[in-house]
Structures are given as structure tokens and as C-alpha cells.
């Protein structure tokens, strides 16, 4: 299956500043990708999903001033967490996939960023 | 909007046993179901997945069930080894909604003891 890296693995912060999270499609253009947070046992949640070149498409609830999402290209995705406070302290998970291809549905998923926001 | 329900939440087996996974849906449109396995701090990895147009798949010992009549489909997973000990979750997803956005089950946690 494709791969999808996310950096950093894992970003320690301080209250009130800003965290960049990439998400980069390795081996093939990922026209949508789509932005998760999980909580300790818990399921995925979906974020936004983000087209490339366009502005993303945000779930009910999610602050779209709060998590910046920029698709500027078909191998990258960036999520921004703004002025982040301690209960935005997460597993981040990024998923990529074309849904012009032949396996339309398909996402395949990075391997998560740990936020911990001190 | 699309409902997906996972049972049970967790689940021990013994180790050469078989661990059996269950969903139901509520969209009637959905048309594709994959299934993944996340290990503690990873993300999750697609194990197998089927689409609406047919029943049945399987890939050694995994094989997933699918009746879209009831709007369930299953999970099952034989020789079960301690390896396959992770959280599972199963999702749907329609082609028209929202470019194929998943929408995840609950979870079970799956734990096979040696």
C-alpha cells in the first residue's frame, strides 16, 4: 500500500504556542487528505478534510481559526495548531487518497503525531 | 448521517482461537468497508477492506463478511496469535460523501493470550 510519514512524531509545547504537523503522501498524489485526533481510548474523530488547492472542509464543532489547515500541494499537508492550551493535548493522525483513482474510498494513514501541550 | 457501531468494545481469546468483530451501518449508500489494526502510539493500518459488491473476502487468516441487507459486516480473524493483539475499528464510507470521508467505529480492543 502507499505510505504516509507525518512529522514530528511526537512535539512537547508550551501553553499558548503554535505547532505546524506535516503530512506527506511518499508515493503518490493525494488530491484529499484528511486530519483525525484521538483521545486515550478512544476512536478517530475527522477533523477536516483538506483537497489540494482549496480551503478545508472542517467537522461541526472543530475551531477552523484554531486548527489551520493549508493543502498546497498533492504530497503535503500541514495542520497548525494555534495558541494551543493543554486540552488540545493529542494523537494526531493525518490519511491521504485519491478518491479520482481506481480504489476511490481508500485513505491511507501516517503514523500519528503525540502532542503534548504542557 | 452515517452511523457506524462496533461490538464488543474488548475481547479475549486464547491463543489458536478464532476473534469475531461485528458492525452495523446506517447509510444505506455506504459502499466500502475497511478494516484496521492500530498497535499502542501508532496510526491505524488497513488489514482489509471490502466493497458493496461482494460478500465475502479473505486474505489467510482474516476475512471480512459483509450483508447489506442487515447493514452489518464482520471481522473475523482464525488462528488467532498474540501478535493480533491490538485495537481494531471498522469503518464506512460512501463515493458521495465528501470525497470517501470514513466514518470509524468505537473500537474493540482484542487481546490473545499464549
Known amino acids: 500500500g502507499a505510505v504516509v510519514s507525518q512529522h514530528p512524531s511526537r512535539v512537547i509545547c508550551k501553553s499558548g504556542t503554535s505547532v505546524k504537523i506535516e503530512c506527506r503522501s511518499l508515493d503518490f498524489q493525494a488530491t484529499t487528505m484528511f486530519w483525525y485526533r484521538q483521545f486515550p481510548k478512544q476512536s478517530l474523530m475527522l477533523m477536516a478534510t483538506s483537497n489540494e488547492g482549496s480551503k478545508a472542509t472542517y467537522e461541526q464543532g472543530v475551531e477552523k481559526d484554531k486548527f489551520l489547515i493549508n493543502h498546497a500541494s498533492l504530497t503535503l499537508s500541514t495542520l497548525t495548531v494555534t495558541s494551543a492550551h493543554p486540552e488540545d493535548s493529542s494523537f494526531y493522525i493525518c490519511s491521504a487518497s485519491n478518491p479520482g483513482g481506481p480504489n476511490y474510498n481508500e485513505q491511507f494513514f501516517g503514523p500519528g503525531t503525540r502532542l503534548t501541550v504542557l | 448521517g452515517e452511523n457506524v457501531e462496533q461490538h464488543p468494545s474488548t475481547l479475549s481469546v486464547q491463543e489458536g482461537d478464532s476473534a469475531v468483530i461485528k458492525c452495523t451501518y446506517s447509510?444505506?449508500?455506504?459502499?466500502?468497508f475497511p478494516w484496521y489494526k492500530q498497535e499502542l502510539g501508532k496510526g491505524p493500518q488497513l488489514i482489509i477492506d471490502?466493497?458493496?459488491?461482494?460478500g465475502e473476502k479473505k486474505d489467510q487468516r482474516i476475512a471480512v463478511t459483509l450483508n447489506k441487507t442487515a447493514k452489518h459486516f464482520s471481522l473475523h480473524i482464525t488462528e488467532t496469535q498474540p501478535e493480533d493483539s491490538a485495537v481494531y475499528f471498522c469503518?464506512?464510507?460512501?463515493?458521495?460523501?465528501?470525497?470517501?470521508?470514513?466514518?470509524f467505529g468505537q473500537g474493540t480492543e482484542l487481546s490473545v493470550k499464549p
Open positions: 471490502i466493497r458493496s459488491n461482494v
Open positions: 469503518a464506512a464510507s460512501s463515493r458521495n460523501n465528501q470525497g470517501g470521508k470514513l466514518i
Open positions: 447509510d444505506s449508500a455506504s459502499n466500502y
